[in-house]
C-alpha cells in the first residue's frame, strides 16, 4: 500500500538530521493510523540529571522532540531520576559513579524550566522514571532481569571492550539498559530519541517492549556534539560545555572558542529546523570567522532574546580582542566564617558557580586564574580578608570581597 503524501512529508521531518532510524518500515503504518485516527504518537526523550545544567548537546534531540510536537505528536521529556542513582557509563572504561537521592533532585529542580527554552511543555509530558520503578517489587527486577542475557549484554561497545581489557564491571551495571527499556514499555512509546552512544539501550527497549507484548518502538539517533576543546563529546563532567543556562557573553565567547574544523559538525548539528541558511558556508569553509560570529549570534538569540546579542558581541569584543576588563564586573561577598583566609580553589567554585575543587584546579593549573591581573599558578593560595579582581579563564571576571 502506497503511503500518504503527509505520512511521507512527516517521514522526511523525522529523519531530519538523524544518523540511525531503526523501525521505520514498521512506524510507517503506525503513522499513518496515527494520523487516520488522530491519535498522536508517543515520543521519549530521556535524560538523567547527573548535573544540574543542559547544555546545547542535548538541544541537538530536543529540537528533534520538538519537531515531532510541531508535527502534532505527543512529545514525552523522561527525567531519569531513577536510572541516574544507577549510573549510565557509555562511552567510558569504567562504571559512571552513581549519584544519591538528594543529589538527583537537586539536580533535577531546574530541568523543566530549562527544557521549556527549547520545548512547549504545557503541550509535553514531563515524567520521572522513580515514578515506576520505585513501585517494582524485587520479584518484578527480577523478572525485568529475565528477559536480557549476559552474553547480549556485553555486546555493548563499552562492556565488551572493559570485558576484554579485565576491567571491573559491576553487576548493577546491566540493570541500566534494562530500566530505560522498561521505560519505553511503561510510556508505551512509539518513538524513543537518543545520541549515538545510545543506540545499544534504545535497541535493548524494543527487545523488552516486544516480551511486554508492546509493538517495539522505532529508534532514531542524532550526533554527539563534541565539546569546545574540539576532542571530546560535550559533557559537563569534562568542562567543555556551553550550558543552554550561561551568560550570554559566556555562550558568544564559548561558541567563538571553537576550532575552524568543527564548525561544519556544529553547524549541522544545530541547525536542523533552524539555521538550514548556514549550511552551504558551512559546508564550503568559507570565512570560518564570519560563520562563527554569526553563530554566536543566534545561539545568544536563541536562549537569552535578540536584545542580547550586542552586549556580549561588546563584550567579547573588549574582552577578548582587546584584552580589557569589562565595564561591568559582578561584585560578590563570601564569609570567611571565623577563619584567617579563604583556599583559592574555593573561592573560585563560590564565586564562578564550580561544580567541584577540581573543576577549579584545572582552571589554576592551566594558567586561566588571575588574581588582580597577576597569574596565578600555586592551587594551595589561600586569600586573606579583602578584596580581589578575579578572573576564570577568558571571559569570567568577578569582584570578590572576603569578609
Not at 512529508?9 to 494520523?35: H, N, W
Not at 537537586?106 to 512547549?120: C, G, I, K, M, P
Not at 516480551?211 to 576532542?231: E, I, M
Not at 580553589?345 to 563560590?350: I, S
Request: aromatic share 6%; net charge negative.
Amino acid at each position: 500500500m502506497t503511503a500518504s503524501p503527509e505520512v511521507e512529508r512527516q517521514l522526511e521531518r523525522i529523519r531530519t538530521g538523524s544518523v540511525d532510524f531503526v523501525g521505520e518500515d514498521e512506524l510507517r503504518p503506525r503513522l499513518a493510523k496515527a494520523i487516520e485516527e488522530g491519535r498522536p504518537l508517543r515520543v521519549k526523550l530521556g535524560m538523567d540529571p547527573s548535573a544540574p545544567d543542559l547544555h546545547v548537546g542535548h538541544t541537538v534531540t530536543l529540537e528533534k522532540l520538538k519537531i515531532f510536537q510541531e508535527l502534532g505528536h505527543t512529545p514525552i521529556f523522561l527525567v531519569g531520576d531513577f536510572t541516574a542513582r544507577i549510573g549510565d557509563p557509555t562511552g567510558k572504561n569504567k562504571a559512571r559513579p552513581a549519584l544519591d537521592e538528594e543529589q538527583v533532585k537537586a539536580n533535577a529542580v531546574t530541568y523543566v524550566e530549562q527544557v521549556a527554552r527549547v520545548l512547549d511543555v504545557e503541550r509535553a509530558e514531563i515524567r520521572f522514571n522513580g515514578e515506576w520503578m520505585d513501585a517494582l517489587s524485587p520479584t518484578d527486577i527480577v523478572k525485568l532481569c529475565s528477559h536480557y542475557t549476559v552474553a547480549r549484554m556485553l555486546e555493548r561497545d563499552d562492556f565488551s571492550k572493559r570485558y576484554r581489557e579485565g576491567l571491573p564491571i559491576s553487576v548493577h551495571e546491566f540493570l541500566y539498559p534494562l530500566v530505560q527499556a522498561y521505560d519505553s514499555v511503561a510510556l508505551q512509546a512509539d518513538v524513543e530519541l537518543g545520541g549515538t552512544d545510545q543506540l545499544f539501550n534504545l535497541l535493548v527497549g524494543r527487545e523488552i517492549q516486544r516480551d511486554y507484548g508492546q509493538a517495539p518502538q522505532a529508534v532514531l539517533t542524532h550526533p554527539l556534539l563534541v565539546g569546545t576543546d574540539g576532542k571530546e563529546k560535550m559533557s559537563k563532567s569534562v568542562g567543555n560545555t556551553i550550558g543552554i543556562t550561561d551568560a550570554p557573553e559566556e555562550i558568544y565567547g564559548k561558541t567563538m572558542s571553537i576550532s575552524d574544523k568543527l564548525m561544519a559538525d556544529w553547524v549541522g548539528a544545530l541547525s536542523f529546523g533552524r539555521w538550514e541558511d548556514l549550511l552551504p558556508q558551512a559546508r564550503s569553509g568559507e570565512d570560518p570567522l564570519g560563520l562563527k560570529k554569526e553563530l554566536a549570534r543566534r545561539m545568544v538569540a536563541r536562549f537569552h532574546g535578540d536584545d542580547a546579542v550586542g552586549s556580549a558581541e561588546g563584550h567579547f569584543q573588549q574582552v577578548i580582542q582587546r584584552g580589557e576588563t569589562p565595564d561591568e564586573v559582578p561584585e560578590v561577598e563570601l564569609a570567611l566564617g571565623g577563619e584567617a583566609n579563604l583556599g583559592l580553589l574555593d573561592v573560585l567554585r563560590q564565586t564562578f558557580g564550580l561544580a567541584s575543587n577540581g573543576e577549579a584546579r584545572r582552571l589554576v593549573s592551566g594558567g586561566a586564574v588571575q588574581v588582580d591581573e597577576g597569574r596565578v599558578d600555586d592551587p594551595k593560595l589561600r586569600l586573606a580578608a579583602g578584596e580581589y579582581l578575579l578572573r576564570a579563564g577568558k571571559r569570567r571576571f568577578a569582584r570578590v570581597s572576603l569578609k
